[in-house]
C-alpha cells in the first residue's frame, strides 16, 4: 500500500467553493495503485430478478428480496435492527450478503446558510468522492459522482488535473442519493424534512464514460418502489463531454433524462484544448447527437458553456454558437468560470458577458447565466473537487 497520490490536495469546487473537505491528517487515506479490489456486491447492483436470485443463493426465502428492497429503496432503513419482518437470525447474513456497508461519511461542508450541504465519502478501498445536495425554496437538487476523478482531462476543471482513480459501481452511486434523500427526510437539512427533486450527474467524472453503471444507476433511481427509488426521469440531468457513441447509445435505450452537453467552445479549434476528447469527436458530430437524443427523449437539450476570460467568451463566438444552436430545442447555460488553484484562467468580464449574451440571444436561443453564489446553481455543481485520492 502506498499513501495516496503524495496526499496531493484537490482544487476547491468550482461553484460551492465553500471551504475545503480535504481529509485531516489522521484520515489521510491509502489507495492501492489501478484504483484497488472490487467494490462489494450490494443490493443496488442488481435488478429485482437477480436480487430474488441472490437472495435464493444464500438459503433464503426469494419474498426476502422484495422486504429487503423495501427497507432500502422505500425506507432507506440501514440498520439490520429496524427489519422486524425479517428473523433476526437472518438479518446478518441478509445484510452482510446484499447491503454492505458502501461508503461512510468523512465530513459535511455546508454554505449558502447550510441549504448547499457537501459530504465527503470514503469508499471501501479508500478512495474518496463528494456529493452536494442544495435546498432552493421550491426544489431540492442533488450533485453525484460517478466516477472517482475523471480521464477527460479539460484544462480547466479541478477534477480533470487530477486524473481518473476508477468508475464507481452502480450502487455507489445510487447509495449517494439514498443517503440524501433520508437525510431530507429525517430533516438533516434545514428547512425541515423534504423530498428530493433534481439529480445532476456533474459531480466527478463522465457519466457516459461509466455508462453500464450509470445506465443501471438511473434505472435503480427511477423504477417505481419498492425495486427503486420511485423518481422520475424528467428530474435526472446526464452531462457529458460529448461521447457520441454513448449519446447515440442512450438515445436508442428509450432513456428520456435531460442530457448537458459540455460544449465551452463552439469550434473544434477552441474545443480541442478546452475539451480534449475534441479531437475524437467534432462540435458538429456531439451536436448531431445531442439532437438525436432530444429528437428521441422529447428533451431539450442543454449546452454548457463556461465562460473563461478572453478565452472563449469573445462575441463573435456566441455568434457562432447562436447559429449552431438556432432552431433547435435547446437551452444555454453559461456559467462564469470559476478558476481553479494555480489556473490562469478566470471568469469573463461583466461587458464581455453581457454581448456574449446578446450574440447568442440574438439567434433566438435561450440563454442563461448560472450563479454561482446557489441561488441559480440548478444542474451546475461543476466537478466536485476538494477530495483527496
Ligand atoms: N464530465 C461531465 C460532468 C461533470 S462537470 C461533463 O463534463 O459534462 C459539470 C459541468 O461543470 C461541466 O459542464 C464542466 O465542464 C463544468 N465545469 C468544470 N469545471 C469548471 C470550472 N472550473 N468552472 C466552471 N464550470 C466548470
Redesign the pocket.
Known amino acids: 500500500m502506498t499513501p495516496a497520490a503524495g496526499a496531493r490536495p484537490r482544487p476547491p469546487h468550482?461553484?460551492c467553493d465553500t471551504g475545503t473537505t480535504m481529509p485531516k491528517p489522521g484520515e489521510l487515506t491509502f489507495v492501492a495503485p489501478g484504483g484497488a479490489k472490487k467494490p462489494p456486491r450490494h443490493l443496488a447492483d442488481l435488478t429485482p430478478a437477480e436480487r430474488k436470485d441472490a437472495v435464493a443463493a444464500i438459503g433464503e426465502k426469494p419474498f426476502r428480496a422484495k422486504q429487503l428492497s423495501q427497507h432500502y429503496f422505500a425506507r432507506y432503513a440501514l440498520d439490520p435492527e429496524q427489519w422486524t419482518d425479517i428473523p433476526a437470525a437472518a438479518r446478518e447474513r441478509l445484510a452482510s450478503e446484499l447491503l454492505p456497508e458502501l461508503m461512510s461519511v468523512v465530513r459535511h461542508v455546508s454554505c449558502d446558510d447550510d441549504t448547499t450541504r457537501k459530504t465527503l465519502w470514503r469508499l471501501h478501498d479508500g478512495t474518496l468522492v463528494e456529493s452536494v445536495l442544495m435546498r432552493y425554496p421550491d426544489r431540492v437538487t442533488m450533485c453525484i459522482s460517478s466516477q472517482a476523478g475523471?480521464g477527460?482531462n479539460?484544462p480547466?476543471?479541478?477534477t480533470g488535473q487530477a486524473g481518473l482513480d476508477r468508475n464507481l459501481s452502480t450502487a455507489e452511486i445510487v447509495h449517494q442519493i439514498v443517503d440524501g434523500m433520508r437525510a431530507l427526510r429525517d430533516g438533516e437539512v434545514p428547512g425541515g424534512p423534504a423530498r428530493l427533486s433534481n439529480i445532476v450527474?456533474?459531480?466527478m467524472?463522465?457519466?457516459l464514460a461509466n455508462y453500464n453503471r450509470v445506465a443501471g444507476a438511473i434505472r435503480r433511481l427511477t423504477d417505481p418502489e419498492p425495486d427503486g427509488l420511485g423518481l422520475s426521469q424528467r428530474g435526472i440531468t446526464v452531462?457529458?463531454?460529448g461521447l457520441v457513441p454513448a449519446m447515440l447509445r442512450f438515445a436508442g435505450e428509450g432513456f428520456t433524462c435531460r442530457l448537458?452537453v459540455?460544449l465551452?467552445a463552439p469550434d473544434d479549434e477552441l474545443r480541442d484544448t478546452l475539451v480534449p476528447v475534441n479531437t475524437r469527436w467534432k462540435v458538429r458530430e456531439v451536436l448531431d447527437a445531442a439532437w438525436e437524443y432530444g429528437e428521441r427523449s422529447g428533451r431539450r437539450i442543454s449546452v454548457?458553456y463556461?465562460l473563461i476570460r478572453d478565452i472563449n467568451d469573445q462575441a463573435w463566438r456566441g455568434d457562432l454558437l447562436g447559429r449552431l444552436l438556432k432552431g433547435k430545442r435547446v437551452h444555454v447555460n453559461l456559467?462564469?468560470?470559476?478558476?481553479?488553484p494555480g489556473s490562469k484562467w478566470t471568469a469573463s468580464r461583466p461587458e464581455d458577458e453581457k454581448a456574449f449574451i446578446e450574440a447568442v440571444a440574438a439567434h433566438g436561443v435561450p440563454v442563461t447565466v448560472r450563479d454561482t453564489r446557489g441561488q441559480e446553481i440548478d444542474g451546475?455543481?461543476?466537478?466536485l473537487a476538494a477530495a483527496e485520492r
Open positions: 468550482p461553484i475523471c477527460m479539460c480547466f476543471c479541478a450527474f456533474m459531480g467524472g463522465e457519466p452531462s457529458t463531454v448537458a459540455s465551452h454548457e463556461a456559467i462564469p468560470l470559476n478558476p481553479t451546475a455543481c461543476g466537478q
